[in-house]
């Protein structure tokens, strides 16, 4: 009986180990797709804000004008370095180069790049076709900013501690196409769009694990706060509460104080909002309002956040 139980045990053990394996994957299938982008037919302007407002954050270095990639805090040391790619037409360094215009798209719809490697980092599966063709376009265009810097700011390396730590949080996204964006016109639905691909849920909900990438407002606290990050120093912190909630949110600010902290990254009290907060200087005087009011339109949560 003693020697059943053993072999039972055995099995288990061997099965669990298979599970965790298998989900632990990093390479998946990559896109078919033919998909071929006319750059003279997509606007090269809203292309350029997107990039600025949805890539900009990673991968623009704002000390020499140019989307040449950075040191990334997300991952844990024990989990290996990170660092984002470098966007510019650089021969040697630079990365949309190396990509065709499906599998662009299709990395900034699933988080799977060309060699089948997942990028979690990368994903926007509820973003509009035209505007990912249009960041494509802009990437591929003679705008300063992306023209070729032959730099490289580190090379990437995941350990399987931190390849296993990332499948557990999340996981590659359908490929979904025939996404429209809303009507620009209407603020609430644009501000809800701009916070799902600017991904401000990403840092600003309640946990990583429970993020909703394809429908942003099902995220496990969804804008309450409280994620756990790192500054570039290395000292921990947690997101702050962006409902509307009076003592504990948003619920106060006006719109200049939304603006000064989004754009500025300076609170209502005059004080500094920490990195990795990025100051979001691309965004127009629209998009902020439409943020803002989307924002304003949510339940108000009472969720202090501890220090």
Same mark, same amino acid.
């Given at each position: *009986?003693?020697? &059943? ?17 298998? #989900?632990?994957? !990093? ?11 006319? =750059?003279?037919? &997509?606007?090269? =302007? ?14 623009? %270095? ?17 989990? /290996?370095?990170? @660092? ?21 798209? @299709? ?8 060699? /089948?490697?997942? *990028? $979690?980092?990368?994903? &926007?599966?509820?973003?509009? %076709? ?7 376009? @802009? ?16 090379? +990437? ?5 931190g390849k296993t730590g990332i499948r557990f ?22 501000g809800r769009y701009l916070v799902g691909v ?27 706060? /409280? ?6 120093? /290395? ?12 003592e504990t949110g948003i619920g106060s600010f006006?719109?200049?104080? !939304? +603006? ?15 990195? $990795? ?6 965004? +127009? ?8 009011? @989307?924002?304003? #339109? ?10």
């Amino acid at each position: *009986m003693q020697k &059943r139980v053993g072999i039972n045990k055995k099995i288990v053990t061997i099965v669990l180990l298979a599970g965790s394996i298998s #989900s632990c994957r !990093f390479y998946f299938d990559t896109t078919t797709d033919a998909l071929t982008i006319d =750059e003279t037919s &997509r606007s090269l =302007e809203n292309g350029k804000n997107l990039a600025y407002n949805v890539c900009g954050s990673c991968h623009y %270095d704002p000390k020499v004008n140019r989307f040449i990639g950075k040191p990334l805090n997300d991952l844990p040391k024990i989990g /290996g370095k990170l @660092y984002s790619a470098n966007l510019t037409h650089s021969s040697a360094h630079g990365r949309p180069g190396q990509y065709s215009d499906a599998e662009l798209f @299709y990395l900034l719809k699933t988080g799977i790049s060309k060699n /089948g490697k997942f *990028m $979690p980092f990368m994903m &926007r599966p509820m973003m509009a %076709d035209d505007d990912i063709k249009d960041i494509i376009a @802009y990437l591929r265009s003679n705008d300063p900013a992306v023209a070729a810097y032959d730099t490289s700011v580190g090379k +990437t390396h995941i350990n399987f501690i931190g390849k296993t730590g990332i499948r557990f949080l999340t996981k590659p996204q359908p490929y979904h196409k025939g996404v429209t964006a809303p009507d620009k016109k209407d603020s609430i639905s644009n501000g809800r769009y701009l916070v799902g691909v600017i991904a401000c849920y990403h840092c600003h909900s309640k946990k990583v694990k429970g993020l909703d990438y394809l429908e942003p407002e099902k995220s496990k606290g969804y804008l309450q706060g /409280g994620i756990k990050l790192k500054t570039p120093e /290395g000292k921990k912190l947690r997101t702050p509460n962006l409902t509307p909630d009076q003592e504990t949110g948003i619920g106060s600010f006006s719109i200049v104080d !939304f +603006t000064n902290a989004i754009k500025e990254g300076v609170d209502p009290s005059g004080g500094k909002l920490s990195p $990795p907060m990025p100051k979001f200087k691309h965004l +127009t005087e629209s998009q902020v309002h439409a943020i803002y009011s @989307y924002m304003k #339109s949510l339940p108000p949560v009472h969720h202090k956040i501890s220090k």
